[in-house]
């Protein structure tokens, strides 16, 4: 393959392209070259192909130092140009025209017109906090610069300078070193409240106490007459370069009053154009860079605004006000939306708490942001209308949706009726599953069978369950309606909740029915469940091999340790005679909850019991057999661990002719074994295989207490 490559480079050696032309096509795709842009080079500098007669007339019609001393920055060809002699007139002319007026010649203190520019017109330090600062030197005479911090003048001011006010009180040495060392233009420029316009020689006179101790060191070193001939010339350029500084300084002062006259100017214009435009000033300045450039680059240049500025950008800007506006709609849309589904979030708990005195279930959270009219509420088109308008930002907000969910109103009572709407669907299709399809009754006093104590489900997508079912291993009506899958989220946001994913827990179903018949408790009575409470721990288990004692809320969820379990009912002294402590309803619940401190310092602090060990049923309590009648023995007595009976030694030296030693049983009464609480968890899986543990599993045993084991005390 072969190419020729041609270096093109122009007269000035600013920039240089490459161009590389090829004989015939390549067999591989060849990589596409990149722009200036893209490879990171500086864009040509247009400027240098300029003839510098053209360049000098555009400086000349700048009409400010400060944009030729921007320009001899700009590389070291327009610096060394620019600085040369022949380029002298540029930086004259741009003094004599600066606005707002001509500054003085800087011959007076020996000055070329660059550097006096860049003394004039550069930014810098604060001499006091050292902030980089836009700030003009507050004092060219004494060469110091303060931000825009008014604390910075007066602090530095009482600690670095000293205001005379009387010559007559200072000693000859003194009144003579203050004849040339310099001075503040005027005290304003280290107070605001003081009079700009007051300045030397008709002021008070503020010197440099670091100037005044140099001087005065001076005449301490060398004779008086030595020290007037050393500084002779400063004395006799003192009142020339002096009354140079308090021009300049009176030129400043002009400058700062012209430039707020023109920044209110711009303002005023501008806000006029806004309200005649329909736009809100603020955020014209703020949202259109375009007219935030031109207004800024005017107020600073010292140049007003006027109608024919904004014409020629009055389209882009359009189009930045309409992107802003926009994106702010968007904005507010969404925040709209997050405030909305936060109150029917609120709304949700208020129904929810409410249900607990009410029976009147409620859907899932998501499930429950989808009806209709919450969906509508939630919807961006809902937001969107709410949203106020920027020319009504003022204006009184409507109610929003937590008012209307709260208070009687048609969303209030449309979402009141899709509730009811919703809840018999579910009992339609939840009765179904029981065998009870359309069920119906024209009593009021009267439970649908889905509301009964005998209504146990599960779900059949995932079969997970809540913690506050956990215990129980299956859900009844509430738990069914605010069930939502715990696994495969994206299959069940697309499907939604559906009766049909539950099937009826046929254990739980039987044991619920068994547990009823036997407290003779009517299922259809509104009041079954405070009657099935308030029986309390009588429940005992006839399919588990020890004696365990139970809660009703409990027999659900132990139904699934057995086939077809069998009950009893036990009477309050019965079942006091057979629990080694009472059976503390929801403790697995709380000790298995949130892994709090309390919760934490109950497992490992604590020592529970295992009833499946020490519990026996009531019918192997059997009665203790009556003993024989005592016979006649002779004494026994006691030497180390053996029993020597008829009641006489053996000889010394002889042997016991029959000796029936008997050993002392130290253990006669095993104390219950105490576990922490995993240690508990790990011996009911091992030892009764239970792998979740419930209340009537074990006990709490309570340290120091009276019995022998020391279980808690029955109450």
Not at 419 to 440: I, M, N, Q, S, Y
Not at 555 to 579: F, I, K, N, Y
Request: glycine share 4%; net charge positive.
């Amino acid at each position: 393959m072969s190419s020729e490559t041609f270096l093109l480079t122009n007269s000035s050696c600013w920039s240089t392209q490459i161009l590389t032309m090829n004989h015939r096509r390549p067999h591989k795709r060849s990589k596409k070259t990149k722009s200036a842009a893209d490879s990171g080079l500086p864009p040509p500098a247009y400027i240098f192909s300029l003839p510098f007669e053209l360049i000098a007339e555009i400086l000349l019609a700048t009409g400010s130092p400060k944009d030729v001393l921007a320009v001899a920055r700009c590389s070291r060809y327009l610096c060394n140009t620019l600085l040369r002699e022949e380029s002298g007139f540029i930086w004259r002319a741009a003094r004599r025209n600066c606005v707002p007026g001509p500054l003085p010649d800087p011959q007076a203190i020996h000055l070329s017109e660059s550097a006096f520019a860049a003394l004039l017109f550069d930014p810098g330090e604060c001499i006091e906090c050292k902030r980089k600062t836009l700030n003009t030197l507050s004092s060219l005479s004494l060469n110091l610069r303060f931000c825009s911090r008014p604390e910075c003048k007066s602090t530095w001011a009482k600690a670095h300078t000293a205001q005379i006010t009387n010559y007559d009180i200072l000693n000859r040495h003194t009144r003579k070193a203050l004849r040339w060392i310099p001075l503040a233009e005027s005290p304003a420029c280290f107070s605001p409240g003081e009079d700009p316009l007051r300045t030397w020689p008709d002021s008070n006179q503020i010197y440099l106490l670091a100037d005044m101790g140099a001087a005065l060191a001076e005449y301490g070193r060398d004779s008086s007459n030595v020290v007037d001939e050393r500084h002779a010339l400063d004395i006799s350029r003192s009142p020339l370069k002096m009354s140079f500084y308090v021009t300049v300084y009176n030129w400043k002062h002009k400058r700062r009053l012209l430039e707020r006259a023109v920044k209110i100017q711009n303002e005023t214009f501008g806000k006029a154009l806004a309200e005649k435009e329909g736009y809100i000033y603020i955020e014209l300045l703020n949202a259109s860079a375009t007219y935030q450039t031109l207004n800024s680059t005017r107020t600073r240049n010292l140049e007003l605004v006027t109608r024919r500025d904004y014409d020629v950008v009055a389209a882009q800007i359009e189009a930045e006000m309409i992107s802003v506006q926009e994106k702010r709609q968007r904005s507010t849309s969404q925040a709209t939306i997050r405030t909305n589904r936060a109150h029917v979030e609120q709304h949700y708990q208020r129904l929810l708490s409410a249900t607990h005195t009410k029976v009147a279930p409620l859907p899932s959270l998501s499930e429950f942001r989808a009806m209709p009219i919450l969906g509508l509420l939630q919807s961006p088109a809902a937001a969107a209308s709410s949203a106020p308008r920027d020319r009504d930002r003022d204006a009184k907000k409507a109610p929003g949706v937590a008012h209307e969910l709260k208070t009687e109103t048609l969303v209030s009572q449309l979402l009141t009726a899709e509730l009811g709407r919703w809840r018999k669907d579910a009992e339609a299709a939840l009765g179904a599953t029981l065998g009870v399809p359309e069920w119906k009754t024209a009593r009021n006093n009267k439970l649908h069978p889905v509301a009964r104590l005998t209504a146990r489900w599960n779900c059949t997508l995932c079969g997970k369950l809540s913690h506050a079912y956990k215990w129980d291993e299956c859900l009844d009506y509430e738990g069914v309606c605010k069930h939502e899958c715990a696994k495969g989220k994206k299959r069940t946001k697309e499907t939604g909740w559906k009766p049909g994913q539950f099937v009826k827990d046929d254990k739980a179903v039987n044991a619920m029915t068994k547990l009823v018949a036997l407290c003779g408790i009517d299922v259809e009575d509104p009041g079954s469940f405070k009657a099935l409470a308030d029986i309390g721990p009588r429940i005992l288990c006839r399919s588990c091999p020890a004696a365990i004692v139970m809660h009703p809320s409990s027999v659900p969820g132990h139904a699934h340790r057995h086939d077809a379990m069998e009950m009893s009912l036990l009477t309050q002294a019965e079942a006091d005679a057979v629990v080694l402590a009472p059976v503390e309803k929801r403790l697995a619940m709380r000790l298995m909850g949130c892994d709090d401190y309390k919760n934490k310092t109950a497992q490992k602090a604590w020592r529970y019991g295992c009833r499946h060990c020490h519990q026996q049923r009531p019918a192997e309590q059997k009665a203790p057999e009556p003993e024989p009648a005592p016979q006649p023995q002779p004494e026994a007595r006691v030497t180390d661990d053996t029993v020597v009976a008829n009641g006489e030694q053996p000889a010394e030296g002889q042997a016991d002719p029959d000796p029936e030693p008997v050993k002392i049983d130290k253990n006669q009464k095993k104390q219950p074994k105490r576990f922490e609480f995993n240690g508990l968890r790990s011996h009911l899986k091992e030892k009764h295989a239970i792998p979740l543990p419930h209340d009537e599993d074990f006990y709490h045993i309570l340290e120091g207490s009276a019995d022998s084991g020391g279980v808690a005390a029955r109450r």
